[in-house]
């Protein structure tokens, strides 16, 4: 039970990556505020935690708009009181959207920024304070290794990606004297419903471009975020894991 005692916060809890990080924190005893904007799936998650011991808030919330978000931190203050942990893993790619740059509209670009990278910023804006005043914390940003990789056809998702790796570590470095840590974890290629939109063609050419071959799972992220969310990193901030079966070195 590493996380007993602990309370976490996890954006985009409903689904995929984060659904996995969900039940890995909580199963290890953290008591849970999980954000989503599909609260039936949320709902399902929770369940998934009857009989841990530990309470799990759920807060329905669509990041797009920043007054939902601001809410939904009412709420944990209520219930759940002071979060020792923030994974902020909500997100969206391009997905159907991709083309090359030229051709993709600005608000297409609005979009990656608003969801990719802003939710991130107001989620931490919202527990700085507290975390810098009991001097301690754990900040995880979920990036992706598109920031580091340059992928045709999804420039601004690795734009606001790597907007957040850059975040991560000027955060880091400002939180750093009241030993509040923050870290990065960068997927690649994992098993979540944007690669189930893949043909199967196109899923044996990203096989192929992994070293390791083979995809990643949402579990493979939950356990590089549990590192970065526990003691075991006290002395690791403003880094940057890639998860990716060596697609790409760091």
Aim: glycine share 10%; aromatic share 6%; hydrophobic share 45%.
């Amino acid at each position: 039970m590493k996380f007993a005692s602990k309370t976490a916060v996890v954006t985009g809890a409903a689904h995929g990556i984060g659904r996995a990080i969900a039940l890995h924190l909580g199963r290890a005893g953290a008591g849970l505020c999980l954000m989503d904007r599909d609260a039936a799936a949320l709902s399902e998650v929770a369940a998934e935690l009857t009989g841990s011991g530990r309470p799990v808030v759920c807060c329905e919330v669509d990041f797009l708009q920043r007054d939902q978000v601001d809410t939904a931190f009412g709420t944990l203050a209520r219930t759940l009181g002071p979060a020792d942990i923030l994974v902020n893993n909500v997100g969206h790619s391009l997905r159907e959207a991709m083309a090359p740059f030229g051709e993709v509209p600005p608000e297409a670009w609005n979009l990656m920024l608003d969801v990719c990278l802003k939710p991130a910023m107001a989620c931490a804006h919202h527990l700085i304070p507290d975390m810098k005043a009991r001097r301690s914390g754990k900040i995880v940003n979920i990036g992706s290794d598109s920031a580091f990789v340059g992928p045709r056809a999804n420039a601004p998702y690795a734009a606001a990606k790597a907007g957040l790796i850059g975040f991560t570590r000027a955060l880091a470095r400002e939180l750093a004297p009241f030993r509040v840590n923050v870290n990065t974890v960068a997927p690649g290629y994992i098993r979540t419903r944007a690669m189930a939109a893949h043909t199967p063609e196109q899923l044996q050419k990203v096989i192929g471009d992994t070293p390791l071959g083979m995809l990643g799972e949402p579990e493979d992220i939950a356990h590089a975020v549990a590192f970065f969310a526990s003691d075991d990193s006290r002395f690791v901030t403003g880094q940057t894991l890639i998860v990716n079966g060596g697609r790409w070195f760091n």
